[in-house]
């Protein structure tokens, strides 16, 4: 078997085009669940926007519901609506609003820099650790059962 290995230093998209279709025609064959996945509607958004009285955003959460999991992919709050309860009031809602939508777990990603400690007070859960991502931190990957 020849083959050549090419080395670049910038983005390709082509290429990265190329590996992302082989790699979902891969993963469709072999799980059905993500054949699914892709299916038009079976990725639900969850978008919970919270506005101050001047009717600004001031933070939120979004995320993903599928395969019975709510995916939290954003979660930020202005500096001065902190520490007042409004994050922990806002995370039940939407596990709550989730599990409305079928989600009996839920996901989600965080440094220790950031709130690791206010997820474990709510029942999440770190399943995986990477030490020094970012350099001197940790980044963890934290879940919760919501039934």
Partial sequence: MDYQVEVLLEKHDDFTTFLNTNLKEYNDENSPYHKEARQKGSIRPLNLIVTDHQQQWIGG????????????????????????????????????????????????????????????????????????????SSYYTMVKHLV
């Fill in 61 to 136: 959460i979004t995320a993903e519901v599928y395969w019975g999991w709510m995916e939290i992919n954003k979660f930020w709050f202005s500096e001065e609506y902190r520490g007042k309860g409004i994050g922990g009031q806002l995370l039940a809602k939407a596990e709550e609003t989730a599990t409305q939508m079928g989600a009996t777990k839920a996901l989600l990603t965080t440094y220790d820099f950031q709130a690791r400690t206010f997820y474990e007070t709510r029942g999440y859960q770190v399943v995986g650790e990477i030490k020094d991502y970012p350099p001197g």
